[in-house]
């Protein structure tokens, strides 16, 4: 058993490096040359046949299970600049997908494991919602993060996803977890999910007391005439390279990783979501001349909007859009502009179009 073990983990170690060192130059290399060709369709059946590829390769020769391939070949491609665009273009297959995969766990769980175990549930949602919500306080405490930022990442980690069922179910097939064990972490997993939204009801009304007792951190930008920027993804590092020199601005990052790279890049920084009120004060909002929205969910982007509009009538709100829909929900809620990005190319071709010569008179 443990010969057997040693094979199938030195398979497993095998298949990661091989994917960490040459799936991340390769398959994003040919993600690239295939949105080169400019075909929409081309793209799309590219995104596929590399994620089901590598999930059916690493099965067939390193023989982990097809869902673990799966969740390799999703990291690989998230490493590319393109990984938005896959994402837009499968939508309605991981739409499908998704209904499926929670269609499957529904039919695995086993409910008389509530009435068999009911003691050994409990203590397995104890561990997934209490133990794991109190260590990742602990550790983002250390990093001496605010409270209230810790507090969020606590109950974001307060349930377990797929990933867990991956696990179980290799568990399962090295006889290192009984099948008792698999239904504990699908029972585990169901509840947790269940409960996670009444933890973040919970939240949102902790949070507004707990940020009024922590102190100020805005930057010393916020404290004059300014720019507040909401999203620095791809729309967002071009608005803020485009600003630099011309008006102190303020980026509102709700990614930790990234918010702390645009520190160190020289940016005053506030680290949250925006949708937050107490987010747009410590950006200082009532001083800002301009706030770009440029997340794209257009609905989070519209309670930015409404907030900010209500906080600063004065200011100049500008917003993304990606329709005329989403044009007339931002307009609505306080936006004095919502740009789509087609249209704006399309200015800018124009822009450039030779100009009509005046009719000569004879």
Do not use: C
């Amino acid at each position: 058993m443990l010969g057997a073990l040693a094979i199938t983990l030195g398979k497993v170690a095998a298949f990661v490096v091989l994917m960490l060192v040459v799936g991340r130059r390769v398959i994003p290399w040919i993600l690239h040359r295939v949105a080169h060709t400019g075909s929409r369709e081309l793209f799309r059946l590219g995104v596929l046949a590399m994620a089901l590829g590598v999930a059916f390769g690493s099965s067939a020769l390193f023989g982990v299970s097809f869902a673990l391939g799966a969740f390799f070949a999703g990291m690989i491609m998230a490493e590319s600049e393109l990984s938005q665009q896959a994402a837009n273009e499968t939508l309605p297959l991981r739409d499908a997908f998704a209904v499926l995969f929670f269609v499957s766990i529904g039919m695995l769980f086993d409910p008389s494991v509530l009435l068999r175990q009911p003691l050994a549930v409990a203590a397995t949602v104890a561990i997934i919602v209490v133990g794991k919500s109190l260590a990742a306080l602990v550790i983002v405490l250390a990093f001496k993060r605010p409270k209230s930022v810790a507090l969020t990442i606590s109950a974001s980690l307060a349930q377990i996803g797929e990933f867990s069922f991956i696990l179980a179910g290799l568990g399962v097939s090295l006889k290192l977890l009984p099948p008792e064990g698999r239904d504990l972490v699908l029972a585990g997993a169901i509840l947790s999910i269940l409960l996670n939204p009444l933890l973040f009801a919970l939240l949102d009304k902790i949070l507004p007391t707990l940020a009024a007792r922590e102190p100020p951190r805005q930057p010393d930008a916020a404290a004059q005439p300014h720019a507040v920027l909401v999203g620095y993804g791809r729309v967002g590092r071009a608005v803020a390279e485009g600003l630099k020199g011309r008006t102190p601005l303020v980026v509102i990052e709700d990614d930790l990783e990234r918010a702390d790279a645009l520190r160190e890049a020289g940016f005053a920084v506030i680290q949250g979501n925006a949708v937050r009120p107490e987010v747009l004060k410590s950006a200082g909002l009532d001083k800002a001349t301009h706030l770009f929205v440029a997340v794209p969910n257009p609905f989070e982007a519209a309670r930015i909007i409404e907030q900010a509009r209500a906080a600063n009538p004065k200011a100049a709100i500008i917003a993304r859009a990606y329709s005329d829909a989403d044009v007339a929900l931002l307009r609505q809620a306080g936006a004095n502009q919502a740009l789509i990005g087609e249209q704006e190319i399309a200015r800018a071709m124009l822009a450039l179009a030779p100009k009509r010569k005046a009719a000569t008179v004879h």
